[in-house]
């Protein structure tokens, strides 16, 4: 029998994207160009201790399609630059039943984890690992290792808890709103809304046309990210920064509930199913085949939307950040960091461990992540150096261009929080609960978190 590390959440702790087909990317939560990730992507110096020798085993992520073929480039890639360290890559999938979650903490109470692993590592997932002390800081590798120091501060921040940093960010994204460029043409829809007036016009436009306006997947997560959506639109990242950061009230910010209003009324409006959560739908399917105009998801997403569309040559997408509420804040993007590396703590492969993460973001695998994955990691570089589709170039621009972004509120609060956050805005959603009564537990949460001291500083 294996022996339970300690941490078994009350539900499972999901990633906050599922990957189909292997695809990841893009955004920030700050201004990007000013921090460095526009800009060159010439190659970095040697990797130090190129000669090291050793085994490290990996555990990826994705099993689709693409992330085969983008691990089978990245190991050639790893062997140039590491030729005396072997590369052992574990791309089974999780048993019928299992989370990700599952195989890991049973691995690392069973004492057979991994070397390093790929999962979600902002402090709402990271927390619970730290707490087993299983994650190994990484705070003098980013000063000496030559890729590792590309990284750029603000993502590093993004992954850090009680001062240091437990991994490595790499998947930059954000959350817009994609639609079905069929749909709005159809429609007379001749672009996307520049103001909140617009948008309740397109959306009242495609209801009347006999198609689904917006919709929301059934998940613990994608109602979170939607909400996200507009509570980004109605408090901008400076306002959100005031709950993060200085100690503003969840339950005396009106945004905050009228962001779960927000998503309550559409449904009482049936711009959004009231059977969202309860029924069966598949977004992916209804977008690509006309039947949904809208859905509020990641740009986790893109490498199935290219997929359909390679499918379905009379499909295509495009994406849009909705304006706000309040015109007195510009239109702010929930993103930030998801996907990561971390390596454990126990490992007895330290040496080729931190070289392979090392490795993971150099110049030569950011073309594979971007090209075949559809990711980007967080260091410099230009969108005119790769061969992407329309859509990811445009959300690679976006990042270049130093638009400000916000937050994907799921990834930047404490762990037992999201689960309050999720669980509850579904509740809200499933008319189980107000959404007064769940900011009312937000503001509970956030005051044991703060008494626990896992709030992060600025």
């Not at 052992?88 to 070397?115: C, H, M, N, Y």
Request: charged content about 20%.
């Amino acid at each position: 029998m294996i022996k339970t590390l300690g941490f078994v959440p009350s539900r499972v702790r999901l990633s906050r994207r599922a990957i189909v087909v292997g695809g990841s990317a893009l955004a920030g939560g700050v201004t990007l160009a000013a921090c460095g990730i526009g800009g060159s992507s010439e190659t970095a110096g040697a990797p130090a201790g190129a000669s090291a020798s050793g085994k490290v085993s990996f555990w990826q992520e994705g099993t689709g399609v693409l992330a085969t073929s983008a691990w089978k480039a990245l190991g050639v890639s790893f062997k140039d630059a590491y030729p005396k360290l072997e590369l052992e890559i574990d791309s089974s999938p999780v048993a019928t039943g299992q989370s990700r979650d599952d195989k890991l903490f049973a691995a690392l109470a069973g004492g057979a984890a991994w070397d390093v692993w790929q999962r979600d590592i902002p402090p709402s997932y990271q927390q619970p690992l730290l707490d087993k002390k299983a994650v190994l800081a990484m705070d003098e590798y980013y000063a000496n290792m030559p890729n590792l120091k590309r990284v750029l501060s603000w993502a590093r921040s993004r992954c850090k808890l009680n001062g240091k940093t437990w991994g490595v960010p790499h998947e930059v994204e954000f959350v817009p709103i994609f639609y079905s460029k069929p749909v709005f043409e159809s429609a007379g829809i001749k672009s996307p809304p520049k103001t909140w007036d617009e948008f309740l016009k397109i959306i009242a436009t495609i209801k009347t046309s006999g198609v689904q306006p917006l919709n929301i997947a059934k998940s613990r997560t994608n109602p979170g990210h939607n909400y996200s959506i507009y509570l980004m639109g109605l408090l901008g990242k400076d306002g959100f920064e005031d709950l993060l950061f200085r100690d503003k009230r969840w339950d005396q910010t009106d945004a905050v509930q009228k962001a779960a209003d927000t998503l309550v009324d559409f449904m009482k409006q049936g711009w959004i199913p009231t059977d969202n959560q309860t029924g069966t739908y598949d977004l992916n399917a209804d977008l690509q085949n006309g039947k949904l105009a809208m859905w509020g998801t990641g740009t986790w997403n893109v490498a199935t939307f290219e997929k359909r569309k390679q499918d379905s040559p009379g499909f295509d997408y495009d994406f849009f950040i909705p304006p706000s509420q309040d015109a007195k804040i510009k239109p702010t993007i929930a993103g930030g960091i998801g996907g990561g590396f971390s390596i454990w703590a126990d490992t007895k492969n330290r040496d080729a461990s931190v070289p392979f993460t090392d490795f993971l973001m150099s110049p030569a695998a950011q073309k594979t992540w971007i090209e075949i994955l559809f990711q980007v990691a967080p260091v410099p570089f230009k969108t005119a150096d790769y061969k992407v589709p329309s859509a990811l170039a445009g959300a690679l621009n976006t990042i270049s261009s130093g638009q400000e972004m916000g937050y994907n509120v799921s990834v930047v609060v404490p762990a037992k929080f999201v689960d309050v956050y999720w669980d509850g805005l579904i509740d809200v959603i499933n008319s189980k609960s107000t959404s007064k009564e769940w900011v009312g537990k937000l503001q509970q949460q956030w005051d044991i978190a703060k008494t626990e001291g896992r709030i992060s500083k600025a």
